[in-house]
């Protein structure tokens, strides 16, 4: 009887292994909980989702060991050379639950160190020792909000390019929950029209600890910045706390501006869809607000 020595995988043998198990976990967990609204995706993320599915099915079909080895080194190079928005989207799919409710603890640690590592600033479902009621939820279309006394829908954009586009949602009849965003027209900065601009509106009254120390928490509430993500499209926005609502009867957890809204592509006619949301740590005041280019 001869005895044939098992030949040792090669380090290229195991990076295959260990690569074409990770993406069919991904693959799965993609089709499960996007496949049936891939339709309703922006067309470049619907080329990146099929796209991204062919290149493991590719990967999880190859014939032979030699065959594998090849295409799991070209698909390593195929994933690391993904442009940023794709790669998010991707990675969101891991911990992302297919469902749109409260996130647990776990859930919340992996999304924010990702978008802690995607974003290059520290985001988290905590901050001083203060949270929300979730940090998953459905956002819906808000008006924008008077800046001063005195401001109109006329004098309210800087552009005649975003009256044209943000003009038809009108103005609240109501002042947002910390008043005027400045004492008067003379007197705003630019980081008060940026406040107003991207503003979001969340469920402040429904925070733990909320009705047992108002006054404190809504200082620690009023402008403060939040990354809000749409993980559909990759689309991330810094945006602050300038009202709170909306009301539970609604369905909704937040609401956004109407710049906000249209950037993370949440006004396909319902205006409302899921979106991730958590404090950014920026003690200093140096993350600005709007649109994020991430890495």
Known sequence: ???????????YEE????????????????????????HNLTEHSRQFAVGSLAGITLLLSSPSPLHSTTTAV???????????????ILDLTQYVPPEVRPLTPNEESQITQLLTSK???????????????????????EQNLYRYPGDNIYTHFDTEEDAQKYA?????????????FAPSQSQMTEEDNLREKYYIAVQTFLAPGYNENVREMNAFFK????LVVNPENGKAIVADIGDAGPGEFTGKSLGGSPEVMNYLERV????????????IDDPD??????PVQYK
């Open 1 to 11: 009887m001869f005895f044939f020595k098992k030949k040792k995988k090669s380090q």
């Open 268 to 279: 396909d006619g319902a205006a409302k869809g899921p979106v991730l949301y958590f404090f």
């Open 168 to 180: 038809k949602y009108g103005i609240a009849p109501g002042l947002g929950a910390w008043g005027y």
């Open 74 to 88: 070209a698909n390593v190079k195929t994933f690391r050379d993904l442009d940023s928005t794709s790669s998010l």
């Open 119 to 141: 974003m290059g600033f520290v985001v988290t479902a905590e901050l001083q020792g203060k949270r929300l009621n979730r940090s998953y939820g459905y956002i819906g279309q």
């Open 223 to 226: 402008y403060r910045k939040m």
């Open 285 to 290: 005041n140096k993350i600005p607000l709007g």
């Open 15 to 38: 990076l295959a292994k260990k690569w074409t198990e990770r993406h069919q976990k991904i693959q799965e967990n993609l089709w499960y909980k996007h496949g049936g609204i891939l």
